[in-house]
């Protein structure tokens, strides 16, 4: 892949991190919430997927598109995962760009889409909220695999206190399957809970039944 960053590279291509404990398979449909410039879709690009990916950044997109070849091509979508509908000023620092971007909602996503999601995976800082809170579910309703980053910034969008209690409904829903790993691929399942202060974020890879 052409202009992919190091550290994007790391994650999808040598820790392998969205999918430890789930994976893709032939004839799913995925959906990537914050695809970047696509190495999840060409980490799976030899299997016979329906794919489409969402992300905010426009040379992000470029750059994923600049990867194609062949016939292939995935549905890609220029916008920000958010609670409501907006217009917002984002910054990436993979480009030293600022771009304003319009936003969409996991609930008109999923109308628009119109078909159940075998594999969603998410990278969306944050954003994360606008799903496995606000919408949790339709998110169970929809999903059968997942794969995604937690983050615990204590923002002011998802403070840390309710990502916790995120996390606990997760444990505590009998029909969520999942497994918690660190950024660097180790398996932190068990530690985690009692030691949960100490992370700004860690993987999940779970399973809806």
């Known amino acids: ?14 820790i392998n991190q969205y999918q430890q404990s789930v994976e893709v398979n032939d004839g799913d449909f ?16 030899d299997k016979d997927i329906v794919y489409v990916g969402v992300d905010a950044s426009v040379n992000c997109i470029n750059d994923f598109y600049n990867n194609l ?25 993979f480009y030293d760009e600022h771009q304003k971007v319009s936003s969409i909602t996991f609930p008109s996503l999923l109308k628009f889409l119109n078909r159940k999601i075998d594999f969603l995976k998410f990278d969306i800082e944050s954003y994360e909220k606008t799903f496995l809170v606000t919408h949790y579910d339709l998110f169970k309703k929809n999903v059968k695999k997942f794969a995604g ?12 206190n309710e990502v916790y209690d995120m996390m606990d409904k997760l444990k505590n829903d009998a029909s969520v399957n999942f497994k918690i790993y660190s950024i660097d691929g180790y398996d932190i399942s068990e530690y985690f809970w009692g030691n949960r202060d100490y992370y700004t974020e860690v993987i999940i890879n779970g399973t809806i039944v």
């Open 149 to 160: 980053e937690i983050h615990f910034c204590g923002n002011d969008f998802f403070p840390r």
């Open 1 to 14: 892949m052409k202009n992919i960053h190091d550290s994007t590279y790391k994650e999808i291509f040598e």
């Open 69 to 93: 070849e062949g016939e292939r091509q995935p549905l890609i979508i220029n916008a920000f995962v958010s609670e409501s509908l907006q217009v917002q000023d984002f910054s990436w620092s």
């Open 30 to 45: 995925v959906l990537d919430l914050g695809c970047s410039q696509g190495p999840f879709y060409f980490k799976n690009y």
